[in-house]
């Protein structure tokens, strides 16, 4: 059969506590009573003296159990205080060691570079006096393929183009003035002819948005400071200012 367990057992250490409590509060009045001599005085009164035995008693575990309760918050007091400096002295450990394997495992990696170090320099070099030029040049001859690519109607190739651009555009003007001479030209429309320049609808129909786009990338690829004066940079400003005048922007 099985047995029934009571809430109001309480565990094993309530129990063994009140029991010790209880013990010594018995004791303390036997020998307080007879300290202050009280035995003897109320002999001949069991009544009175069982009284003030019962009411010692109380008074003992009540003092028992408050210092009782005192010894215990004490202990806890102190047990946190030593748990607070044992774990901030865990985590300052803990910062420093971890501080000393960055800084060595830092120290260390460059320990290991040190001898890559003459490599890494003549690379640097290489890339600077060979590399590097080869690549900017690449750059800058897909620039003006691309920018062929929108005038490529009026030469006959892309090495045409090139001798053009880099004259300064006096070839285009030749070919222009010999097309003037022979035959007479249709009414000049600025505003046409700059937005042909950019690249954009004759009509105007673009936002402004669309316009700084276009010249933005144009005049990127023709830049003076990039590929040095030329005469594409002037006509691209000049059409930019002619559509700016128009629209009124």
Same mark, same amino acid.
């Given at each position: 059969m099985a047995s029934i367990k009571t809430e109001s057992a309480g565990n094993w /250490? #309530?129990?063994?506590?009140?029991?010790? +409590?209880?013990?010594? /509060?018995?004791?303390?009045?036997?020998? +307080? /009573?007879?300290? +202050? *001599?009280? #035995?003897h005085a109320l002999d001949g009164y069991p009544a009175i003296t069982l009284a003030?035995?019962?009411?010692?008693?109380?008074?003992?575990?009540g003092i028992l159990q408050g210092l009782l309760m005192a010894a215990f918050a004490l202990l806890s007091r102190l047990t946190a205080?030593?748990?607070?400096?044992? *774990?901030?002295?865990?985590?300052?450990?803990e910062w420093a060691l971890t501080a000393v394997v960055e800084v060595s495992a830092q120290f260390g990696l460059k320990l290991l570079l040190l001898p890559f170090i003459p490599f890494m320099f003549a690379a640097k070099w290489l890339y600077s006096v060979f590399i590097a030029g080869i690549?900017? !040049? !690449? !750059? @800058?001859?897909?620039? +003006?393929?691309?920018?062929?690519?929108?005038?490529?109607?009026?030469?006959? /190739?892309? =090495?045409?183009?090139?001798r053009d651009f880099h004259s300064g555009g006096? @070839?285009? *003007? @030749?070919?222009?003035? =010999? $097309? =003037? #001479?022979?035959?007479?030209?249709?009414? !000049?429309d600025a505003f046409k002819e700059a937005c042909a320049a950019i690249g954009l609808p004759p009509d105007g129909s673009f936002s402004?948005? &669309?316009?700084?786009? $276009?010249?933005?990338?144009?005049?990127?690829?023709?830049h003076p400071d990039m590929v040095g004066p030329n005469a594409f940079a002037a006509q691209l400003? &000049?059409?930019?200012?002619?559509i700016r005048k128009r629209k009124g922007w």
């Open positions: /250490s #309530d129990f063994a506590t009140t029991v010790v +409590l209880g013990f010594f /509060s018995l004791i303390a009045p036997i020998h +307080l /009573s007879m300290w +202050l *001599g009280v #035995d003030v035995w019962a009411i010692l008693t109380v008074v003992s575990y205080f030593v748990e607070g400096i044992v *774990g901030f002295v865990a985590n300052t450990v690549a900017e !040049r !690449r !750059r @800058q001859n897909e620039e +003006l393929r691309r920018l062929y690519e929108e005038v490529k109607d009026e030469y006959g /190739s892309f =090495e045409e183009f090139v006096a @070839q285009s *003007g @030749q070919k222009q003035k =010999e $097309r =003037e #001479d022979a035959a007479a030209p249709p009414p !000049r402004e948005a &669309e316009f700084k786009e $276009r010249y933005h990338a144009l005049i990127k690829a023709v400003n &000049e059409a930019r200012n002619v």
